[in-house]
């Protein structure tokens, strides 16, 4: 079959991850052309790589408009409709998914036996729920349709005057949801009027009832059940919570692992230069529950490991040496103290213990831990002697409660260093994973700590943002998400992965002086704290959490019983929400409430009563609850009017 191939590229730094050139190859192998349009920018790395797929002549480079649909008109167009009707079949495609994992040759091989006029990989249920999409639509519904990340049209369509009209009469998009409203949800639709038969290469038996889209909710039971040649990359950013225990991305991921050919490195390679940490540390459920009373082996060699501690209080010096005794034999153990009496006391401590330190270092007291780890042990993270280094720190917190400071502390104690072969665990942990870059221990939220979930960048943001710019950091932050990083300073690292940030030539008169303010936020201490897991992100690493089996127990205890007291208070006030959004909205409007009715009272009082009861009095006429939203259904009405016109040919 003679085929062509359209296909579209955006990436807002111009970067083709080696997924994109995998997916390429194998259509590239399945096309006798391919066009490729990139929006907006290309590296001059990537450019090379599309050079060995299409020629240079075939590849497009445009302003980023229009999103895909005017970048597959675009396309489309360079070829020609004259040339376009000379071949057997047309695909338009692009990068958002993952694989092939199965050949493409098996698609299209398939497909290649069924009287079609044009067909996808999949599709989408029709719907008639109000959105920001149906909005967009000019049916005012979302009708059944092919899913526009993979189309191929044949050469009746393509022929047919039908098929032109669409593309030169696409409609303006400005937006995500206008791409979906005004061009895939409507494609599809065009073509079935006109007379074109049209199907999907997945056949699913039974459909979600409360949610129509299936790659982005069901992504494992497609790749195993249908033969799902790909994997949408958003799955990966997405909260299934609503649908489903969120099981779905992470099984994706594991089936694509170990019952396909595809490398999932080139899956976790594009996550984690592309997407937010927590995102993908939330949809691979990242958090590794290791076990402290036994060791897994592995085939794999351990790695070399260093234990990094800094020692301020003496009288903390049996419970450091408890913890570095179950370091593995081998791995070096560095000290670090401000004072030359308390090194010397150290040293004695840990030599008559068994665990004599390679080296005790003074450090200035000037940035606490964080300086004792950046510049006083700089030279031994980025020696190479180690693989893997633990920082570990005294949480010996004075100026909130002692006893959940002390609770903190035994939390960070029993997740970074629970045992022997806990620690043997994470070393293979890490030998297993060459990916992964840092382990933290999960938040505290107990007891004057209940609010640090959900406010893990307290009044930081704007300080490690201006951080991670000066240290030249290239990854995604946003203050909405939290930093996958470890509270209390003390966590696991691979070397490689924050290489960057030790490089980085820091001084002590980096750091603020002593005394700090009892209670404190926003100094460069806090943003280094927050630093670690974006460096590791830089490097191409990810970071994730660490639990050990023991601690596990408690903490899944303790979750569910604050989430059954946050329940019972929104059920106290008589809802019952079909999933955690309609909650979280819910009590996001309970608080807006007030700020709303106090707006108000303020604009009525300063507005003139004539005004004021005009604006009421059209707002009841317009907007009143038997009239619905008249402005947006007149709108929405002479929208679909216009454009049905134009697509019938009679405008």
Excluded at 152 to 167: G, K, Y
Excluded at 207 to 212: E, K, T
Excluded at 215 to 244: A, F, S
Excluded at 398 to 418: F, H, M, P, R, T
Aim: aromatic letters at 14%.
């Amino acid at each position: 079959m003679n085929r062509a191939a359209v296909f579209v590229f955006f990436d807002k730094d111009g970067i083709a991850d080696d997924y994109v050139e995998f997916f390429l190859r194998e259509l590239r192998e399945n096309a006798s052309r391919v066009v490729v349009v990139v929006n907006g920018m290309l590296a001059e790395s990537s450019y090379a790589m599309f050079s060995r797929y299409a020629d240079a002549a075939d590849i497009l480079v445009r302003e980023n408009s229009g999103f895909d649909a005017w970048a597959y008109r675009t396309g489309l167009l360079h070829i020609g409709y004259e040339a376009l009707a000379g071949y057997d079949e047309v695909v338009i495609a692009n990068d958002t998914v993952f694989g092939p994992v199965y050949p493409f040759r098996e698609v299209f091989d398939e497909m290649a036996g069924k009287p079609l006029d044009f067909w996808g990989l999949t599709k989408h249920d029709a719907y008639e729920e109000e959105d920001l999409i149906t909005r967009n639509n000019p049916y005012g519904y979302a009708p059944a349709h092919i899913q526009s990340y993979f189309v191929a049209f044949r050469r009746r369509l393509l022929a047919d005057p039908a098929f032109a009209r669409f593309w030169d009469n696409l409609l303006p998009i400005g937006k995500y949801e206008e791409a979906v409203g005004k061009f895939e949800t409507i494609l599809t639709k065009q073509f079935e009027d006109a007379g074109f038969s049209w199907d999907a290469f997945v056949q699913v038996r039974e459909r979600a009832s409360d949610d129509p889209n299936f790659t982005l909710y069901c992504p494992e039971t497609l790749l195993r059940e249908y033969r799902m040649p790909v994997l949408k990359c958003r799955v990966y950013k997405q909260d299934t919570l609503t649908l489903n225990a969120g099981e779905q991305p992470r099984a994706a991921f594991e089936y694509v692992r170990d019952h396909t050919d595809y490398d999932t490195d080139l899956i976790l390679a594009s996550l984690i230069r592309r997407f937010d940490q927590y995102d993908i540390v939330k949809s691979l459920a990242l958090t590794y529950v290791l076990s402290a009373d036994n060791h897994v082996e592995s085939k794999l060699a351990s790695p070399r490991a260093a234990l990094l501690m800094h020692l301020f209080y003496p009288e903390m010096a049996q419970e450091a040496l408890s913890l570095a005794q179950r370091m593995p034999e081998g791995a070096d153990i560095f000290l670090t103290t401000d004072t030359q009496e308390k090194a010397e006391q150290f040293r004695g401590v840990f030599t008559k213990g068994g665990r004599a330190p390679k080296d005790v270092r003074v450090t200035v007291n000037r940035g606490r831990s964080e300086s004792a780890l950046l510049v006083g042990l700089r030279d031994v993270v980025l020696s190479g002697d180690y693989d893997v280094c633990c920082f570990w720190k005294e949480k010996v917190s004075k100026q909130v409660d002692y006893q959940a400071s002390k609770s903190w502390a035994w939390k960070i104690d029993e997740n970074l260093l629970g045992s022997a072969p806990y620690i043997e665990n994470v070393l293979t942990l890490f030998a297993e994973n060459p990916r992964l870059g840092m382990l933290a221990v999960t938040e505290p939220f107990h007891a004057v700590y209940h609010w640090v979930p959900g406010n893990e960048w307290a009044a930081n943001f704007g300080i490690t943002k201006e951080l991670a710019a000066r240290l030249g950091l290239k990854v995604p932050m946003k203050e909405g998400s939290p930093p996958v990083t470890s509270f209390g300073g003390a966590f696991w690292f691979r070397a490689a992965a924050l290489r960057k940030l030790f490089e980085y030539p820091w001084s002590y008169e980096d750091f603020p002086q002593e005394p700090l303010p009892p209670i404190m936020d926003g100094t460069l201490l806090h943003a280094i704290e927050r630093i670690y897991p974006f460096a590791a992100q830089d490097a191409g690493y990810y970071p994730a959490f660490v639990i050990s089996g023991r601690y596990a127990s408690l903490e899944m205890t303790n979750l569910t019983n604050y989430l059954q007291g946050y329940i019972q208070a929104t059920l106290y006030h008589g809802h019952d929400f079909q999933n955690h959004l309609q909650a979280i909205e819910y009590i996001y409007d309970l608080n807006a409430r007030p700020i709303r009715a106090r707006a108000k009272r303020v604009i009525k009082r300063r507005m003139p009563r004539p005004v004021y009861i005009l604006i009421l009095g059209a707002k009841r006429v317009l907007l009143g609850p038997d009239r619905g939203d008249a402005l947006k259904e007149i709108h929405f009405r002479l929208f679909r009017s216009r454009y049905l016109k134009k697509i019938e040919g009679k405008g």
